[in-house]
């Protein structure tokens, strides 16, 4: 079971550039990265998942080094809304495990104005 | 197109008493997953369903939990002899199928207080 390591908590300001890394040294051939964000009173929510190298969507950008023993969540000109907690699970979790479904404390980004 | 729910989203019973948390999934997913999240953690796998059998319920912390997907859709949380340590928010998460390259999409979870 791949173990992740976040930063408790980070802050910054509105439309700065947000960079969270998360540390998975023993990460696993078919291990996915992925990244879930969540709001005060609400299930978290999937932002995204990659294998390797960069993935980018609509909200974010997922950098993913040869090695794979981190990735970093990029969250671009971030406003006040994007205060959250963000959590990063790897893992895969086909057939009979329940690898890739540990969540940890997540990092807590806050946004000030 | 209607996301997870859950009911109810607010449950208070006392010491002992038994409760059922129901989830309804997103139509045609066939996988499920029920968590527990207490407050400043992160959420904490208890089971997971592909149809109706439980893939892996090792997140169950004891005895005093089931959970039942009779038809492959709804899934019911059964805590027996509930205690003041089971107070969390429960949450419920479905995807099109098991692993983690498919998204999980969570209800809002129902919050339990037990007394």
């Known amino acids: 079971l791949a173990k992740t390591t976040q930063p408790i908590s980070m802050d910054s300001y509105e439309g700065q550039e947000v960079n969270i890394t998360c540390s998975h040294n023993n990460i696993a051939t078919n291990d996915y990265i992925t990244w879930y964000q969540q709001f005060p009173s609400q299930g978290p929510r999937f932002i995204i998942q990659?294998?390797?190298t960069k993935v980018t969507n609509e909200v974010a950008s997922l950098f993913i080094p040869a090695d794979r023993k981190s990735s970093t969540l990029s969250l671009p000109r971030v406003s006040l809304s994007d205060t959250a907690v963000y959590y990063c699970?790897?893992?895969?979790?086909?057939?009979?495990?329940?690898?890739?479904?540990?969540f940890g404390k997540g990092t807590h980004l806050i946004i000030q104005p | 197109g209607a996301g997870v729910s859950q009911t109810p989203s607010n449950k208070v019973t006392e010491k002992g008493k038994y409760v059922e948390l129901r989830c309804d999934p997103i139509s045609g997913h066939t996988a499920l997953y029920w968590y527990r999240q207490s407050l400043g953690q992160g959420p904490e796998f208890l089971i997971y369903f592909q149809g109706t059998g439980a893939a892996d319920d090792s997140g169950l912390p004891n005895d005093r939990f089931f959970a039942v997907r009779p038809e492959g859709s709804v899934s019911t949380l059964k805590i027996q002899r509930t205690e003041r340590g089971d107070s969390a928010v429960y949450l419920c998460?479905?995807?099109?199928?098991?692993?983690?390259?498919?998204?999980?999409?969570f209800g809002p979870g129902t919050r339990l207080t037990v007394l």
């Open positions: 990659g294998y390797k």
């Open positions: 998460a479905s995807s099109q199928t098991a692993g983690t390259y498919n998204e999980q999409f």
């Open positions: 699970l790897v893992g895969v979790s086909s057939g009979g495990g329940a690898d890739g479904l540990t």
